[in-house]
């Protein structure tokens, strides 16, 4: 690896995770890499190092878990190791004993609001290294204006002067799908004719159990989630679940159902919401954290109050197919690796 250049080290470990922060990690690092920016990469993953044939790009493994005592050790020398000029860690969980010049991605703060049922020891740890990252970043990226705003709420006005909003993107996957697969897809999970989809978890920011509540007898709701908070759920008979669904059924799904529904009371991103605009399927959604911006007026936003959402599920929208698709496509990984290269280059 050429050592005239800079180097910029990216922690990775999410990258093989089925979340959103991995699916960040995957996409935004695939797109970075497909530029001939001036600088080296050392990407830290969980994983035995990978050959390749790109010059620029070097593969550390560290052995430790995302959210341990030993990656606080693990992770300041690995980095000091590699030679690093500048950090990007795509989460707030941050090397507490590094002096690098670190940016960091902040999704959301909904722990903040919600803790989901951690322990107190968890929250405490989290809301000591969230404050770390904010105050110690060189920069942070935000992934939409309601996660700056949360920002500046919690942490201070002056954050924002070093925060910049870089909206996620969506795979070319995520698009309307023909007969064909979406009868496969329908066969394959024995759905009925018509009905309304959820895809995400259900954490209790996620409001879950009120989307149920406010489903009309006449009605049927498929849930795409997992997760031990299922078990606490008071299900109906017109309500199915899907667990373990792969990536590529999705779209299917999407352009299946009747309408999507976000009853969601935070959200840093909504990747749903994005998705099934992305597949031409009408939205309905809270007019709650980053959902407004990411629907961008091709959705119905309503209250996050169970009479709203009933009224809604019981009169849902048509939506205009071709403007919510081309909404979607305005987000972007490429532009988002685009705008996360300047601010490599504004903190070498």
């Not at 990978?50 to 593969?59: A, I």
């Not at 996620?206 to 489903?215: E, G, R, T």
């Not at 959402?309 to 939506?319: D, E, F, T, V, Y």
Request: aromatic content about 8%; overall charge neutral.
């Amino acid at each position: 690896m050429p050592s005239d250049r800079p180097t910029i080290g990216i922690d990775c470990r999410f990258a093989a995770t089925n979340s959103g922060i991995g699916r960040y990690t995957r996409e935004l690092v695939k797109h970075l890499l497909q530029h001939d920016d001036p600088w080296n990469y050392v990407l830290f993953t969980n994983e035995q190092p990978t050959t390749n044939n790109e010059q620029r790009v070097t593969y550390y493994s560290l052995p430790t878990t995302h959210y341990s005592l030993g990656e606080q050790f693990f992770l300041p020398r690995a980095i000091r190791k590699a030679n690093i000029d500048l950090f990007h860690s795509p989460h707030f969980n941050t090397p507490i004993f590094s002096r690098v010049p670190l940016v960091a991605t902040i999704h959301d703060l909904i722990l903040h609001e919600f803790p989901n049922q951690a322990s107190l020891p968890k929250h405490i740890a989290y809301q000591i290294l969230m404050k770390h990252t904010v105050l110690r970043a060189s920069h942070i990226i935000a992934v939409s204006h309601a996660t700056k705003k949360d920002l500046e709420k919690n942490y201070g006005e002056d954050i924002a002067q070093k925060t910049s909003v870089i909206y996620e993107g969506i795979s070319e996957e995520f698009q309307p799908r023909g007969e064909s697969e979406k009868q496969r897809v329908k066969n394959l999970y024995t759905l009925p004719q018509e009905f309304f989809l959820y895809v995400g978890a259900c954490k209790e920011h996620k409001n879950v159990q009120m989307l149920i509540d406010a489903l009309p007898k006449d009605a049927f709701l498929v849930l795409v989630t997992g997760g031990k908070e299922v078990q606490s759920l008071r299900l109906k008979e017109n309500v199915k679940i899907l667990s373990s669904i792969p990536e590529e059924d999705l779209p299917a799904l999407y352009s299946l159902a009747r309408c999507f529904v976000s009853p969601s009371l935070a959200e840093g991103f909504n990747f749903p919401v994005l998705e099934a605009m992305r597949c031409g399927c009408p939205v309905i959604a809270t007019n709650r954290g980053s959902t407004p911006e990411v629907a961008g007026g091709c959705a119905l936003l309503i209250e996050p109050v169970e009479e709203a959402l009933r009224s809604a599920l019981k009169n849902p929208p048509q939506g205009n197919r071709e403007l919510a698709i081309a909404h979607a496509r305005k987000f972007s990984w490429e532009k988002a690796a685009q705008q996360t290269a300047k601010i490599y280059t504004s903190c070498l």
